[in-house]
């Protein structure tokens, strides 16, 4: 019975460093510490933590506002190519900002070569959660792409899975 109470107990203590962490480090990004935002969300990140990932993609890509150190070098160099990296592994996740930012990657050629296939995979991935806008730029998207583009886009988004 006990093992039963305490076992709930010990986890969500064992989880409470790394929300401290990322706390920590978004408490940092957001009044533009960008050396121990870094300092706390990497490690979270290369373990695996979503948001963390999202959040040095944005840090890597943009350059203003919540996310965005590396388009204009607040604290790091800009580096689309790093953005690219964390936005994929947030996305691989199932994080969907994270889908619709990847896909931006793609349409525009921002650390990866542009490719609307894997464009319009990402945009209909977060459509089908929510992301605002995503579905329209899934669908303007389609005028570029030819027949096959379309269809080898379609399979790719029924068949995709998140990452463990």
């Known amino acids: 019975m006990w093992a039963r109470l305490i076992l709930p107990v010990l986890l969500a203590l064992s989880a409470a460093p790394a929300w401290a962490d990322f706390q920590a480090g978004f408490d940092a990004y957001e009044k533009g510490d960008y050396a121990t935002a870094l300092k706390e969300l990497h490690p979270l990140a290369e373990d695996g933590n979503a948001q963390a990932q999202l959040i040095l993609g944005n840090i890597y890509a943009t350059g203003q506002g919540l996310g965005h150190m590396y388009a204009i070098g607040q604290g790091v160099t800009q580096d689309f190519g790093e953005a690219t990296r964390w936005y994929r592994r947030a996305a691989e996740q199932g994080m969907p900002e994270a889908q619709h930012l990847l896909?931006?990657?793609?349409?525009?050629?921002?650390?990866?070569?542009?490719?609307?296939?894997?464009?319009?995979?990402?945009?209909?991935?977060?459509?089908d959660q929510g992301v605002f806008g995503s579905a329209e730029q899934r669908d303007q998207l389609v005028a570029k792409m030819t027949p096959a583009q379309l269809v080898e886009a379609q399979r790719l988004a029924r068949e995709w899975k998140p990452k463990k």
């Open 103 to 127: 896909a931006l990657m793609y349409v525009l050629g921002k650390g990866v070569p542009q490719d609307y296939v894997k464009a319009h995979l990402w945009f209909t991935l977060a459509a």
